[in-house]
């Protein structure tokens, strides 16, 4: 059974930041190219950084130089280091895996940015 489990959400004063993980399990981590998505109250769930099996990270120009997306496949972990946090970064951020075979989703964590 495949599982994807995101921590490290919480509430956080605008300018801080935080780190986000995924714990994968029940599949073969390092076959699947990764993702970070987000969904705000109201909006359309957006892509927010990439990080392909073996190729280069990709980010949503709204977070561009503040976001790090990283990965661990001997712990099946995925990250996303997020600097500089705004106000319209509040979310749930959701990670995912996929290949052309499967697609899998994590159940989210909560982001909310406010003084």
């Known amino acids: 059974q495949v599982q994807l489990v995101e921590s490290g959400g919480g509430l956080v004063q605008p300018g801080r930041s935080l780190r986000l993980s995924c714990a994968a399990s029940?599949?073969?981590?390092?076959?699947?190219?990764m993702g970070w998505y987000r969904q705000a109250p109201g909006k359309q769930r957006e892509l927010v950084a990439t990080?392909?099996?073996?190729?280069?990270?990709s980010y949503v120009d709204s977070v561009k130089g503040r976001f790090t997306i990283s990965r661990d496949n001997d712990k099946k972990m995925l990250y996303l280091q997020m600097t500089s946090l705004k106000p319209e970064d509040t979310a749930v951020y959701y990670c995912?895996?996929?290949?052309?075979?499967?697609?899998?989703w994590g159940q989210g964590t909560q982001v909310t940015v406010s003084s």
């Open positions: 990080l392909p099996r073996g190729g280069s990270a």
């Open positions: 995912k895996g996929q290949n052309r075979w499967d697609e899998y």
């Open positions: 029940g599949m073969t981590f390092s076959w699947y190219d």
